[in-house]
């Protein structure tokens, strides 16, 4: 069973009063818009989206929710930002600071808006609603009071399950609305029941300065906002989760979710919702920071990839499995490879795992009818458009064996549009190719006797024959491999710089098949003489 109807089957055990009363179950994730949000941030929405898609197939009411976090302060300074412009705004909440660019109202309104079209480009199509919408609606006062009256209880939880200690002075409280000057920070004292005293204290320090003029504020309606894991907790209840899960660095053991769950359960007493814990989706091996400015953008690899691709690379793994995305390493061409076994896995009506998986890939309204058409290899596709003498459409009909429909020329076009930007923006230096159609190659030129024995009974293969198919080629190369007694990789390096000036390419019957007939005798005439 694929993961995603194995976690749909323990939802529905654990919630099943709730699904036969017609409780709409609510799925939430949220991310805090501190900068350009980076792709492993969809790992989250991906895996709690088609839980949701999973959960109305089944006709099990359920609501996914994604909160953009705009109230959370900005404690880093995004490297593709200037300083000195934002270095007054520290540690102010991320809706009061200036957007980057106009036409956003605030800093994370811009970033937020671009990873909503990014969520929504791949299909998924939860309901967004801002952190700042649950404080200054008042939604949140309850629980802030509830925080602050049971700090004592709070500050025990953070040292009986994760070891962090909190001075007795502590407040599980965050000042949104002060009287501080840039540079300074708010810090709480007390609590009165109605409102919290705090200080202004300089950005950095650790003890508490005395002297220092007190000022208060009541913390509702937006005033104050709560530290993460109380505010994490808090959310479980106020927005009523029944679903959500965290990444792997919020889920070990005396983590983030633990003490999320202990202050949900002995603080707001409220039972913490159904757990999905995933690994990092990781670019380049690196697991990324979008207040760091670091990794790949959500919608740079969105716009790389069409959303099918995407999702699978999202979707494709068990949530307990890492996956790295290299856009730079073969990871788009696997990608494709994986795809196009799926798809003949259902087109085959095999009806197993990786059928179930093809069809997640879709947007929900397009699943019903998923016809079949020809996938041509984007590793193929990829070498054709760098060909300039070569016509994409004839090429590929080739392959096919028969003239391409018209849901295979959009394929194909779509194939091209993806393979020439990777060329152009990312592709690795093994899938960038140039015929070399003037001089020989000056590594063609050092050929070994051995080397140059097979290139001639090529050359005889060609010659003696009007025309041949990549199959064809294919079995005659293997052929003259095996009578020749050559190995594989000095037989193929040879054919590869004879035509590429480089030792390795596509594959290599095919390849043949598609080069100019005149063209390839000539030139296996001159690098066998």
Not at 9 to 14: K, P, V
Not at 246 to 254: L, Q, R
Not at 276 to 286: H, R, S, W
Request: proline share 6%; charged share 25%; net charge negative.
């Amino acid at each position: 069973m694929l993961w995603v109807d194995r976690t749909v089957e323990a939802i529905r055990e654990r919630y099943a009063k709730e699904i036969a009363a017609g409780t709409p179950l609510i799925i939430r994730d949220e991310k805090t818009a501190s900068g350009r949000v980076h792709v492993g941030s969809m790992r989250g929405v991906a895996i709690h989206g088609v839980v949701s898609e999973a959960l109305s197939e089944l006709s099990i009411a359920n609501r996914f929710l994604y909160e953009i976090n705009d109230t959370d302060p900005m404690d880093d300074i995004p490297g593709y930002l200037d300083e000195v412009v934002y270095k007054p705004y520290l540690f102010r909440s991320l809706k009061d600071i200036p957007s980057p660019e106009p036409g956003a109202p605030n800093f994370a309104e811009y970033y937020g808006r671009e990873f909503i079209q990014v969520i929504t480009d791949t299909y998924f199509k939860p309901t967004f609603y801002r952190a700042s919408e649950l404080y200054e609606s008042g939604r949140m006062n309850e629980v802030i009071r509830t925080a602050l009256e049971r700090s004592d209880a709070i500050r025990e939880i953070y040292k009986r399950v994760s070891g962090s200690q909190k001075v007795e002075s502590w407040l599980p409280i965050s000042i949104t609305s002060h009287e501080c000057s840039p540079g300074e920070v708010p810090r709480a004292l007390s609590f009165d029941g109605t409102s919290v005293s705090y200080v202004c204290v300089p950005i950095g320090e650790q003890g508490m300065p005395t002297g220092l003029p007190e000022h208060t504020v009541e913390p509702w309606n937006g005033n104050a906002k709560l530290p993460w894991k109380v505010e994490w907790a808090a959310k479980f209840k106020v927005v009523g989760v029944h679903i959500e899960g965290g990444g792997k660095d919020h889920s070990t053991k005396g983590g983030a979710r633990d003490v999320a769950n202990t202050i949900s359960r002995e603080v707001f007493e409220h039972e913490p919702p159904f757990d999905i814990p995933y690994e990092f989706f990781l670019i380049d091996g690196k697991k990324m920071a979008s207040s760091k400015g670091r990794g790949s953008s959500a919608r740079e690899v969105a716009d790389l990839i069409p959303p099918e691709i995407f999702r699978l690379a999202h979707l494709g793994k068990d949530p307990k499995q890492a996956f790295n995305f290299d856009p730079a390493g073969d990871t788009i061409p696997v990608l494709y490879d994986t795809y196009d076994r799926l798809a003949e896995k259902y087109w085959s009506g095999a009806g197993d795992d990786q059928a179930r998986l093809f069809v997640l890939l879709h947007a929900p309204e397009a699943r019903s009818s998923l016809p079949r058409r020809f996938l041509p290899r984007f590793s193929q596709v990829a070498f054709i458009v760098q060909m300039p003498h070569m016509n994409l459409e004839e090429e590929v009909a080739k392959l096919k064996g028969e003239p391409l429909t018209e849901e295979d020329k959009q394929e194909l076009q779509s194939r091209a549009h993806y393979a020439r930007q990777w060329i152009e923006k990312y592709a690795p230096d093994d899938f960038k190719f140039e015929l070399q159609t003037g001089s020989i190659p000056e590594a063609a030129l050092q050929f070994s006797e051995a080397q140059k024995e097979a290139l001639r009974d090529v050359l005889h293969v060609v010659e003696s024959s009007e025309a041949l198919t990549g199959e064809d080629f294919h079995k005659k190369l293997h052929d003259i491999k095996e009578s020749r007694g050559i190995a594989p990789v000095e037989f193929f390096s040879a054919l590869y710089l004879a035509f590429l000036g480089k030792a390795s390419g596509p594959k290599a019957g095919w390849f043949l098949s598609v080069l100019d007939r005149d063209f390839l005798i000539g030139r296996l005439k001159a690098v066998t003489s």
